[in-house]
């Protein structure tokens, strides 16, 4: 839960960059100024840029700490593995950073950048998850969802459109592409994730690991859509003429992007613990199996 959290403070920090155009503020990489040990002052670009940089070291080593804890300790192999993929995910992570301020900060490598620094925070929860009480100790009542498309399909169709959501902002953001395929995708977005969420509270309310995340989903997506609005606003509309990044505009982008996180992350739940207690993916399966089988 440490690390989810931190890494949570992180995306925020990473976002903090972007916004205020601070990207480069440190031109070099894996030194800061040409040191690897010295402090650098902390002003201007340079707060934003060496203090994600800062945070994103101590992420780092909290899932070393992580993994090698989870190697000795975890009974479950598959957590294993779990563990040294969070590693490997952060340790691309902090490549892909670098490697973004060696190449002057190109749009696919600081999207890239964007996107993995979400696929690690869900990893992070996921494990916060796995870890937690009830997931270890209790086996959970199931039912079977009969309906076609399953809710299990429905969130993982959400969590399909919520990353090209993701790829589609970040090019944006990151001047590789235009606003309109990010604001056209918002739609469809609003649409899948509302159908999902609807479904899962409608029909398996009565299961609070259902309902919850579902919940969240929706209470979530809608704060999206609002902050989305307003950073069209402050940048898109009104922020041509700025001369520097002036604080609305950063305000609403990098809560848009901290709410995009926690979004994501929240469907993650939900697929995970539709999986678990309303198995129709697994009976599917199954079926699928015996098919197979036959043949
Ligand atoms: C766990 C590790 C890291 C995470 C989770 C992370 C996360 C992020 C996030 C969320 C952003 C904002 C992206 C956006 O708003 O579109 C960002 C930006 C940035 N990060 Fe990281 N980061 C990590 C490590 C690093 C490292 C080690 C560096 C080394 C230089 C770095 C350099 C940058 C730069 C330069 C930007 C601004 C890119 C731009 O404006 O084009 N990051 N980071
Ligand atoms: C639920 C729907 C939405 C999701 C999940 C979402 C997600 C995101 C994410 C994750 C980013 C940043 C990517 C990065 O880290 O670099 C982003 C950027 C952006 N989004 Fe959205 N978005 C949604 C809806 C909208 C809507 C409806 C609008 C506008 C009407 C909008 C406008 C923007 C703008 C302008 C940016 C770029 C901000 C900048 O240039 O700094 N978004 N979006």
Redesign the pocket.
């Known amino acids: 839960m440490l690390t989810a959290s931190i890494t949570l403070f992180l995306i925020v920090a990473g976002?903090l960059v972007?916004?205020n155009d601070a990207g480069l503020s440190v031109p070099d990489w894996p030194t800061t100024f040409g040191s690897i040990y010295k402090m650098p002052h902390m002003v201007g670009g340079v707060r934003y840029e060496h203090g994600h940089r800062m945070v994103a070291e101590f992420v780092g080593l909290l899932t070393i700490v992580l993994a090698v804890w989870t190697w000795r300790r975890e009974r479950r192999r598959w957590m294993r593995i779990l563990g040294v993929a969070a590693l490997g995910t952060v340790i691309t992570q902090g490549i892909l950073g670098g490697l973004t301020v060696i190449f002057f900060l190109p749009a696919p490598i600081s999207?890239a950048h964007?996107a993995v620094?979400?696929t690690f925070f869900c990893i992070a929860v996921c494990i916060a998850m796995f870890t937690g009480k009830s997931f270890v100790e209790e086996a959970p009542p199931v039912e079977f969802d009969q309906r076609k498309p399953s809710l299990f399909t429905l969130t993982l169709l959400s969590i399909f459109v919520?990353y090209v959501?993701?790829i589609l902002?970040?090019m944006?953001?990151?001047k590789g592409m235009s606003?309109w395929p990010?604001?056209v995708n918002?739609v469809v977005?609003?649409f899948i994730?509302s159908w999902t969420a609807l479904r899962a509270v409608t029909r398996f309310g009565h299961i609070a690991e259902v309902r919850k995340p579902a919940l969240g989903v929706i209470g979530l997506?809608i704060g999206?859509?609002f902050l989305?609005?307003m950073?069209?606003l402050t940048?898109?509309a009104w922020g041509k003429e700025a001369a520097q990044p002036e604080l609305p505009m950063v305000a609403s982008?990098v809560a848009?992007?901290a709410v995009?996180?926690l979004?994501l992350a929240t469907t993650v739940v939900l697929a995970i613990q539709v999986w678990r207690h309303v198995p129709a993916a697994v009976e599917e399966r199954v079926r699928t199996g015996e098919r197979s089988l036959a043949t």
């Open positions: 976002a972007t916004s999207s964007a620094a979400q919520l959501q993701l902002g970040a944006f953001r990151h606003w990010h604001v918002a977005v609003a994730l997506m999206q859509l989305g609005f950073a069209f940048r898109v982008t848009h992007v995009g996180s979004l």
